[in-house]
Structure formats: C-alpha cells, structure tokens
C-alpha cells in the first residue's frame, strides 16, 4: 500500500468524523468535524450542495459512513475483507449509540484546535510509528497486515 485515507465513523465518538491519512509508513487519525447529522439543516453552509449529501444520507445515520481509498501496487486480496471486519456486526449496532459508549476505544482522545500547528504533525508521527509498530487499532492493523 502506498497511500490510504478517507472518512472513518467510529463507535465511540459517534458525532464526530475521523480522517484517516497513511503515506508510507507515516499515518494518522485526527478529527475531521461533527458530522451534518449532528446539526440541524438550519445551520448547514449554505453552499453546500444538499443534492450530493442526499447521495450519501442513510436513516437512520444521516450522513455518517466510512469511506476509504487505497492506493497500491500488488496489495493483498485480504485487505477488504480485513477492513470489513473492522466494522461493527449486527448485533453490535443494535446496542445503538448509547450501548457504543461502553465499548473499548483504542485511540488516543481526539484534541480540537483552531490551527494546524507543528505539534499536530509531530503528535501524527509519533501516533503513526506506534500504531505501525503496536498495531492496537482495527482499521489500522487490516492495513498493515494486508501489505
């Protein structure tokens, strides 16, 4: 795998977006915002085109999902049926976004801050060499052992 990254919905942080992003050996899991379901259309941007979040709104979720591209040379059959198993079952989405609350959550609690600063893309790159060389999170180890 080359490079990876997209929209991740976890579990245990139901309102909040993650994205995910691996060049290389370097990857990284941060906060991407609330998702749209979260807010009332009222306060939606109004540019934003409500014809293409239609596309992608689920009842009951809204708009929350995972979306992932992987680009690679060569890269394991495995990895989609890895990623697949990174996702709740059926019985674990009837527990519903209460019953999630109670689930473990293997990442790092998420900091929000206005501005990009240094200490983020260090933060990533520590983050990254121990999710690499750890290997604690699902999502994460599907990647990696697919390569």
Not at 43 to 52: G, Q, S, V, Y
């Amino acid at each position: 795998m080359i490079r990876s990254k997209g929209f991740l919905w976890l579990a245990t942080r139901h309102d909040w977006a993650g994205i995910w992003s691996t060049a290389g050996v370097v990857s990284s899991l941060q906060p991407g915002g609330s998702w749209l379901a979260t807010t009332s259309t009222a306060d939606w941007p109004e540019e934003l085109d409500r014809a293409e979040v239609a596309k992608i709104w689920e009842l009951p979720w809204g708009d929350r999902r995972q979306e992932l591209v992987v680009i690679g040379a060569s890269m394991a059959s495995a990895l989609p049926a890895a990623l697949e198993a990174c996702c709740l079952t059926d019985e674990e989405m009837a527990h519903g976004p209460e019953g999630w609350k109670e689930f473990a959550d293997p990442f790092p609690a998420w900091v929000f801050r206005e501005e990009d600063s240094e200490v983020d893309h260090i933060f990533a790159a520590i983050f990254a060499r121990l999710v690499r060389d750890c290997v604690p999170c699902p999502v994460a180890r599907a990647i990696w052992a697919a390569q």
